[in-house]
C-alpha cells in the first residue's frame, strides 16, 4: 500500500471516507451541508454518496468513541465496503481527530483488509492488500507518525490473524519457530530456539510432558529485543499449544476450535514484532514454549508424576490442564536465565476465566498493585480490557497434592480460573512483579467479520501499549 500525505484541498477521485462525531455541530463536505434526517454522525451509521464520479462515504462515530469503536467502525468500513475501494481511497481527518483517534482508525482500516477463506480456489484479496493500493490522508495537521503507527500494529495483528486461524496441519510448532527466526532477523531481535533434544538437556520435562504423545516435536522458542540503553526489562512467556485434544482427558465438546490454543503464544510472537518494529526502549524477553497436546501411546497420563524445570515434582491429575505445564517451565526458566523486572505471561488457559468473564474481557491475576493497574490501563485504552480476580492463599489448598509438591488440577469445578493462576505463581519463585492473563474467552471470537470463529489477536497492542507507557 502507497501512502500519501496531503494538508490542504479535497479528494478528487476514488472512495473518500469522512467520518463525522455526533457531537459536530454542522455535517457538511465541500461546503455543503448534509441533512441530520441522512446522516447524523450517530455511532455504528454511514451514508453513501456519489458526487462527480467519486464516492464519498460518511461514517458516523457517535458523541465520544474510545478507541475500540473507533477501530471496529473504520475495519467495518472495509471489510463491509470492499467493492468502492477499488485502487485508491482517501481518508479525511478533522480536528477532532486526536492522534489516538487517527491511530485507531488507520489501524483499524488495514485490519479490514483480512480475508478468512485462506484455502478457497477463489480467494478474494482486498485492495487495501495489494501494493499498487494508494492511500491519502488529508488533514490540517501533520499526522504520517501517527499513520505509520497505526499501520505497523495492524500489521502485527494480522500476523497473529493468520497464525491463530490457520489450521493444525499447517501451524506447527515448528512453522512457530520459523516465523519467530524469520521476524527476529527483518525487525532485529535475536531467536534461539530449543529443539526435542535441547529442551531435555535443560532440563524442560513439564513441557515435554505434555509433548511426547505428538509426531510434530516440540520447539521452547526464546526471544531477546534489547536495544541500545534500555533501562528497564520485561518478560513474556505465552502458552502456544498448537493444537488440543485434551490429552486423555478427551475433550467432548469444541475440539473443533483448539487451533485457537496457541493464541497466547501468538500474541507473545505479534507483541515481539511490534516492539520492535516501533524501536521502544526497554529490552523484551520472550518465552513461547510450542507444543501438542494430542493422544498416542507415549502421551503422558492421569496419575502420572513428572518433573519441572524448577526441580518441583507436578501429579498430573487432568492432562486437560497442560497449558499450565507448559507455562511452569516457560516462567521458571525466562526467571532464572534472564531475571527480567517484571513477567507476564498470557494464555487461553480456562474455561472458568469464560465463565466468569463471558467474551468482554480478559481475567487478570497479580499480588503487585501497582502493575495490575498500569496493565489494566493499558489495556481499557485501547480496548483490549482486563479484570482482576484474587490470588488469596485460601486458593492454595486447591492445588496441594500427597504424593507430589503440587498437582496440576484441583479436581473442582469452581474457581478454575484461580486455582490455575495459583499453580503457576507456584513456579514464579515469588517474583515481586509477575502477572498472568487468562485470555480464553477473548482470543477467539464470533463476530461480525466472519461468519466462523476467528483470531481477534487480543494482547498483541496490550502489551505492546504497556511496554510503551512504562
Same mark, same amino acid.
Given at each position: ?8 484541498? &479535497? ?6 471516507i469522512?467520518p463525522?462525531?455526533?457531537?459536530d455541530k454542522e ?12 446522516? +447524523?454522525g450517530?455511532?455504528? #451509521? ?5 458526487k462527480? !464520479? ?13 478507541y475500540?469503536t473507533?477501530? #471496529? ?13 477499488s485502487d485508491r ?8 481527530? $486526536?492522534?489516538? @483517534?487517527?491511530?485507531?482508525a488507520? %489501524?483499524g ?14 480467494? !478474494?484479496?482486498?485492495? /487495501?492488500s ?8 488529508f ?8 499513520v505509520?503507527?497505526?499501520?505497523? =500494529?495492524?500489521?502485527?495483528?494480522l &500476523?497473529?490473524f493468520h497464525?491463530?486461524?490457520?489450521? @493444525?496441519? @499447517? ?12 521476524a527476529?532477523?527483518?525487525?532485529g ?14 532440563g524442560l ?9 505428538? &509426531? ?43 487451533k ?7 500474541a ?6 511490534? =516492539?520492535?518494529?516501533? +524501536?521502544?526502549?526497554?529490552r523484551?524477553?520472550?518465552?513461547v514454549?510450542?507444543c501438542?497436546n494430542?493422544i498416542?501411546?507415549? +502421551? ?9 524445570? $524448577?526441580?518441583?515434582s ?10 499450565r505445564? =507448559? ?9 532464572k ?11 487461553t488457559?480456562?474455561?472458568?476465566a469464560? %465463565? ?7 481475567a487478570?491475576? #497479580? ?6 493497574k !498500569? ?10 480490557? /482486563? ?11 486447591? =492445588?496441594?497434592?500427597?504424593?507430589a509438591?503440587?498437582?496440576?488440577y ?13 499453580f503457576?505463581e ?6 515481586p512483579?509477575?502477572?498472568? /492473563? ?12 466472519a461468519?466462523t ?6 494482547g498483541?497492542?496490550?502489551? #505492546? ?6
Amino acid at each position: 500500500m502507497k501512502l500519501y500525505y496531503q494538508i490542504k484541498g &479535497e479528494p478528487t477521485a476514488g472512495l473518500t471516507i469522512i467520518p463525522y462525531f455526533e457531537s459536530d455541530k454542522e455535517i457538511k463536505y465541500s461546503g455543503i451541508p448534509l441533512s441530520a434526517k441522512l446522516f +447524523s454522525g450517530k455511532k455504528d #451509521t454511514s451514508y453513501l454518496l456519489e458526487k462527480d !464520479k467519486a464516492f464519498l462515504l460518511f461514517v458516523g462515530l457517535g458523541k465520544d468513541p474510545d478507541y475500540k469503536t473507533i477501530k #471496529t467502525a473504520f475495519r467495518r468500513v472495509s471489510a463491509k465496503q470492499d467493492a468502492f475501494f477499488s485502487d485508491r481511497a482517501n481518508i479525511v481527518f478533522s480536528d477532532n481527530f $486526536s492522534d489516538e @483517534r487517527i491511530e485507531a482508525a488507520i %489501524s483499524g482500516l488495514v485490519l479490514g483488509s483480512y480475508v478468512l477463506g485462506h484455502y478457497k480456489n477463489d480467494k !478474494k484479496i482486498h485492495p /487495501l492488500s495489494k501494493h499498487d493500493f494508494s492511500l491519502t490522508v488529508f488533514s490540517e495537521r501533520t499526522v504520517q507518525p501517527i499513520v505509520e503507527k497505526g499501520i505497523r =500494529i495492524a500489521a502485527a495483528q494480522l &500476523e497473529v490473524f493468520h497464525l491463530v486461524d490457520l489450521p @493444525r496441519n @499447517r501451524i506447527t510448532p515448528e512453522y512457530l519457530s520459523d516465523w519467530a527466526k524469520k521476524a527476529g532477523k527483518k525487525f532485529g531481535f535475536t531467536v534461539d530456539v530449543l529443539g526435542l533434544k535441547e529442551s531435555e538437556d535443560a532440563g524442560l520435562h513439564a513441557f515435554l510432558s505434555v509433548s511426547q504423545g505428538s &509426531e510434530n516435536k516440540p520447539r521452547f522458542i526464546i526471544m531477546d529485543y534489547n536495544p541500545p540503553g534500555a533501562k528497564d526489562h520485561i518478560g513474556l512467556v505465552g502458552k502456544a499449544v498448537t493444537f488440543d485434544t485434551g490429552g486423555l482427558n478427551i475433550k467432548v465438546a469444541g475440539m473443533i476450535h483448539m487451533k485457537c490454543d496457541m493464541a497466547g503464544g501468538a500474541a507473545v510472537l505479534g507483541a515481539m514484532q511490534l =516492539i520492535a518494529d516501533q +524501536s521502544l526502549p526497554c529490552r523484551v524477553t520472550a518465552v513461547v514454549p510450542a507444543c501438542e497436546n494430542v493422544i498416542d501411546g507415549k +502421551s503422558f497420563v492421569p496419575s502420572d508424576v513428572i518433573q519441572s524445570y $524448577s526441580g518441583k515434582s507436578i501429579e498430573v491429575t487432568d492432562t486437560d490442564a497442560e497449558g499450565r505445564l =507448559i507455562l511452569a517451565d516457560g516462567l521458571a526458566y525466562l526467571i532464572k536465565n534472564y531475571k527480567p523486572q517484571t513477567v507476564i505471561d498470557v494464555a487461553t488457559l480456562t474455561g472458568s476465566a469464560v %465463565s466468569t468473564f463471558g467474551y468482554e474481557c480478559g481475567a487478570l491475576f #497479580t499480588n503487585n498493585e501497582q502493575l495490575s493497574k !498500569k496493565i489494566q490501563k493499558a489495556g481499557f485504552d485501547i480496548g483490549e480490557r /482486563l479484570w482482576p480476580l484474587p490470588l488469596w492463599d485460601a486458593y492454595k489448598t486447591d =492445588i496441594e497434592s500427597e504424593l507430589a509438591d503440587v498437582k496440576n488440577y484441583s479436581g473442582k469445578l469452581v474457581a478454575g480460573a484461580i486455582s490455575a493462576a495459583k499453580f503457576l505463581e507456584y513456579f514464579t519463585e515469588n517474583h515481586p512483579s509477575w502477572a498472568h /492473563l487468562d485470555m480464553a474467552g477473548v482470543s477467539f471470537v464470533d463476530d461480525e467479520f466472519a461468519k466462523t470463529k476467528h483470531a481477534t489477536a487480543f494482547g498483541v497492542h496490550l502489551l #505492546t501499549n504497556f511496554i510503551e507507557n512504562l
